[in-house]
């Protein structure tokens, strides 16, 4: 009899039990720094949101923040952007203000608990992102509290440096290859981008797999064998074309194809991973631990890739990380988002076993950012990023600067089929 979904679900949990046990049950990592910061009885006292455009400029994308306040002075800053949703998104972390006020900044098992199981409708992305963002601005509360940055108190370093992955593009074959070959020369060792080609709002069955297949393959001449090729289906393929691009994307050794399925049906990423044989990966848009158990328990991708921002924050995220190990599937967290997300991902990143690559968004410095952040960023290095050497989660935030980049409404791509057919995106 095939096993039931039931069945993987409490085999990876009984797998990992052990490993989350040592990181949140009551004699681990967070009950010690929570016993640290007792003295300073830190009560929440505000939580405040912000809507940040992403540049400025009409149908910008936005970021969202939230910040929480304590009676000691010491605020936490955290992020839960979802694209096109800013708004909801604000209002939903806002909720979660009648719950928190009064409370022990510290207890942050407890408050994610408390959000997940209280609110009765659980799961999808407003609601886990919500308690996402105040989970992260909770860390950060403690590890300012501590002195400490958050990856020592979620068990110290697991490795010397994170490699990091950026993003590349281009309309044509050519284009890819001269701008994956500009990243390598900046000093980047991976990089990711879309191959499958769209010609305006429309994708095609056939011809948008052949223009995918020469993009690779003139990105992989350009940059040589050892480049690490991350590629980013977005979830636009159907079943059929996914089989198809992975199929021909194998010789030209991808270190990784993500989201060639959609999430709805877990089957169909088994179908096409008993088609190729290339590195899959998966997750962006799957949350907490519960989402990701069947998919490692069953070895369906080499990758598995929570959003911090998404997933149900930094506690999550490591929990996702320990079952990842268990299963000996890697992880490679998805990060789209800023420089909240980005060390909030780096201080699990460097505590995780499991941990393989990590992907940014910006890869330049720009002032707006440096500002906002008030100079709370990554340091890199050689393709890598170093260890965060700040309290918390090393950044600040400056609301008069917020206040330079309001709200701006924005649109997603509306893919089509060449009949008008809606397109999955």
């Not at 998404?310 to 490591?318: P, T, V, W």
């Amino acid at each position: 009899m095939r096993p039931t979904r039931r069945d993987f679900l409490h085999a990876a949990a009984a797998t990992a039990a052990a490993g989350i046990a040592s990181f949140s049950g009551p004699e681990g990592l967070l009950a010690a720094a929570r016993e640290k910061a007792k003295p300073l009885h830190l009560k929440i006292t505000d939580l405040k949101t912000y809507i940040v455009s992403r540049s400025g400029k009409p149908n910008s994308s936005n970021y969202v923040f939230v910040r929480i306040f304590t009676n000691q002075g010491i605020i936490g800053t955290g992020e839960g952007s979802v694209t096109s949703k800013a708004k909801t998104m604000a209002a939903a972390i806002g909720e979660h203000k009648r719950l928190l006020v009064g409370r022990d900044a510290t207890d942050i098992e407890m408050h994610w608990q408390a959000m997940f199981r209280w609110a009765r409708w659980r799961g999808g992305p407003i609601l886990n992102s919500a308690i996402s963002a105040v989970e992260i601005a909770l860390w950060d509360i403690l590890g300012q509290a501590l002195g400490q940055p958050i990856y020592l108190l979620l068990g110290g370093k697991a490795r010397e440096r994170v490699q990091m992955y950026v993003h590349a593009g281009g309309s044509n074959a050519q284009e890819y290859a001269r701008n994956w070959k500009q990243i390598q020369n900046e000093g980047w060792t991976a990089c990711k981008g879309g191959f499958l080609s769209t010609q305006g709002d429309q994708i095609d069955r056939v011809r948008s797999v052949r223009d995918g297949i020469a993009r690779l393959k003139a990105v992989r001449e350009a940059v040589g064998p050892d480049f690490r090729i991350c590629i980013d289906v977005h979830g636009k393929a159907t079943p059929t074309m996914a089989v198809d691009f992975c199929r021909r994307a194998e010789e030209y050794a991808p270190y990784f194809v993500e989201e060639a399925t959609q999430i709805e049906d877990i089957d169909e990423l088994a179908h096409l991973r008993s088609k190729t044989n290339i590195p899959l990966a998966t997750g962006e848009r799957l949350f907490t631990k519960w989402g990701f158990a069947e998919i490692c328990s069953r070895h369906l991708v080499d990758f598995v890739q929570p959003d911090v921002v998404h997933c149900g924050g930094i506690s999550e995220m490591k929990k996702i990380g320990i079952i990842a190990e268990a299963d000996r599937v890697e992880l490679a967290p998805h990060n789209p988002q800023s420089n909240v997300s980005t060390m909030a991902s780096l201080h699990v990143d460097f505590s995780t076993p499991s941990f393989a690559i990590q992907e940014i968004s910006h890869r330049g410095k720009d002032p707006f950012w440096t500002d906002l952040f008030e100079g709370g960023e990554p340091t890199y290095e050689s393709g890598f990023a170093l260890p965060p050497d700040k309290p918390g989660l090393g950044v600040g935030f400056d609301e008069e600067v917020a206040k330079k980049r309001p709200y701006t409404p924005h649109i997603r791509h509306q893919l089509r089929f060449p009949d008008g057919g809606i397109a999955d995106h």
